[in-house]
């Protein structure tokens, strides 16, 4: 199985930033794409930002051009560098992996979360 491990979230002031990181650990072949998502109170889960294998990266538009993805491979680690931090960037941060076994089988694994509260 493999673990997920969120750091780095906590509290900051707006125009403020912070640096997510996940690590993942277990038993892993190769990781496809890592992402992150969040999800504030009374919202549903939203998609923020995804690396490929090969470093391909998408955002939303509520984050472009302030939030950053990042990825190390050799350490299984991928990272969110937030910017300019809003009020309403407060939530609960998620990475996401999907992993690939030898025979190409996809697995996506999710963390427990992590809260960043942006105050204003």
């Known amino acids: 199985q493999v673990q997920l491990v969120e750091s780095g979230g906590g509290l900051v002031q707006a125009g403020g930033s912070l640096r997510l990181s996940c690590a993942a650990s277990?038993?892993?072949?190769?990781?496809?794409?890592m992402a992150w998502y969040r999800q504030a109170s009374g919202n549903e889960r939203e998609l923020l930002a995804t690396i490929t294998s090969g470093e391909s990266t998408n955002y939303a538009d509520s984050v472009k051009d302030r939030f950053t993805i990042l990825r190390d491979n050799a350490k299984n680690t991928v990272f969110l560098q937030m910017n300019s931090l809003k009020p309403e960037d407060t939530a609960v941060y998620y990475c996401?992996?999907?992993?690939?076994?030898?025979?190409?089988?996809?697995?996506?694994?999710w963390g427990k979360g992590t809260l960043v509260t942006v105050s204003s």
């Open positions: 996401k992996i999907s992993t690939a076994n030898r025979w190409g089988y996809v697995t996506a694994y």
């Open positions: 277990g038993s892993i072949f190769s990781i496809n794409t």
